[in-house]
């Protein structure tokens, strides 16, 4: 099945500055992959999308890019806030019953 | 009214016991999925259900078994709880190519 990499693990970023996590996917026929986030005791919740046919996508302080070629997309967050704070996780699909996660990334935003 | 339903919410048990958890939906999707996700916040892939039947089966235990009354239904009997078993464990909810909705989760102690 699908394998899907993600790094960093931790992140710490001062507020106001940007975040970065990336991902990698195993399987070419994989089309799409969003971006959940996690805040401690609930569940993920979905914060962007983007599908293959796309190469970068932007919903306000959040963007994300896909490079199908190299296989890995990533998650910029920009002007990175306190409620940021959260576990981050990548996820890539094929089709109709596979969605795989990538580890999580926590990432903390110091105020 | 909530979109995917998961009961219960804690599940406290001792070893050798058996139990369900029960997921019901109401987005009328045709795609259920069980995931764990233990102490290090992995999101791990048990099973997931097309149209109520049996897609992908992560090589999990046999002491784990879903079943799927119906399109909206999707539950999980364990037997003879291990220690290991200690997670939350999610319902979700997909179609192709689209976010997944995710259960509350139901937080699994086994003592």
């Known amino acids: 099945g699908e394998n899907v990499e993600q790094h960093p693990s931790t992140l710490s970023v001062q507020e106001g500055d940007s975040a970065v996590i990336k991902c990698t996917y195993s399987?070419?026929?994989?089309?799409?992959f969003p971006w959940y986030k996690q805040e401690l005791g609930k569940r993920p919740q979905l914060i962007i999308d983007?599908?293959?046919?796309?190469g970068e996508k932007k919903d306000q302080r959040i963007a994300v890019t896909l490079n199908k070629t190299a296989k890995h997309f990533s998650l910029h967050i920009t002007e990175t806030q306190p409620e940021d704070s959260a576990v981050y996780f990548c996820a890539a699909s094929k089709g109709w019953n596979d969605m795989r996660f990538g580890a999580g990334t926590r990432l903390t935003v110091k105020p | 009214d909530t979109a995917v339903s998961q009961t219960p919410k804690y599940l406290v048990t001792q070893m050798g016991n058996d139990k369900s958890i029960k997921c019901e939906q109401n987005l009328g999707h045709d795609t259920m999925y069980w995931y764990k996700q233990d102490s290090k916040k992995f999101l791990k892939i048990m099973f997931s259900y097309n149209n109520k039947e049996l897609i992908i089966n992560e090589t999990v235990p046999n002491r784990f078994s879903p079943k799927s009354p119906d399109k909206a239904h999707l539950n999980l009997h364990i037997n003879s709880l291990e220690l290991g078993d200690s997670a939350v464990y999610f319902c979700a909810i997909g179609a192709a190519n689209s976010p997944l909705h995710f259960g509350n989760g139901t937080r699994l102690t086994v003592t």
């Open positions: 399987d070419s026929a994989s089309n799409y």
């Open positions: 983007i599908r293959s046919n796309v």
